[in-house]
Nanobody, 127 residues
Framework: QVNIVESGGGSVQAGGSLRLSCIASGYTFNRLFMAWFRQAPGNGREGVAGISSRGGSLYYADSVKGRFTISRDNEKQTVYLQMNSLKPDDTAMYYC????????????????????WGQGTQVTVSS
């Protein structure tokens, strides 16, 4: 069982930055593919960014390319999402997800393929 805890959310003005963190425990972290999803009220859960188990492959939604950066520190069992140039449309609950064996899949942004989820951290961007 993987235990996932997100942190780092908050309220910022448009153009600002935030860094989200996600700590995963209870599993061999360097075997896990990690991803960030977000969900705004009334919307489905959207894949934002993904990173392979060793960090060699990165994946981004078109809506965040060039603004968000995903990274991981396997020694700290932590994955990060650096969010720059934030827009009001980025307002959502952000979730960290994990599973094993997802590297190279084109459907990394499908929430259905992840078994492990955190409780989420709220990001609010005001105009």
């Amino acid at each position: 069982q993987v235990n996932i805890v997100e942190s780092g959310g908050g309220s910022v003005q448009a153009g600002g930055s935030l860094r989200l963190s996600c700590i995963a425990s209870g599993y061999t972290f360097n075997r896990l593919f990690m991803a960030w999803f977000r969900q705004a009220p009334g919307n489905g859960r959207e894949g934002v960014a993904g990173i392979s188990s060793r960090g060699g492959s990165l994946y981004y939604a078109d809506s965040v390319k060039g603004r968000f950066t995903i990274s991981r520190d396997n020694e700290k069992q932590t994955v990060y999402l650096q969010m720059n140039s934030l827009k009001p449309d980025d307002t959502a609950m952000y979730y960290c997800a994990a599973d094993e064996g997802l590297g190279g899949r084109s459907d990394w942004d499908s929430s259905a393929i992840y078994h492990y989820w955190g409780q989420g951290t709220q990001v609010t961007v005001s105009s």
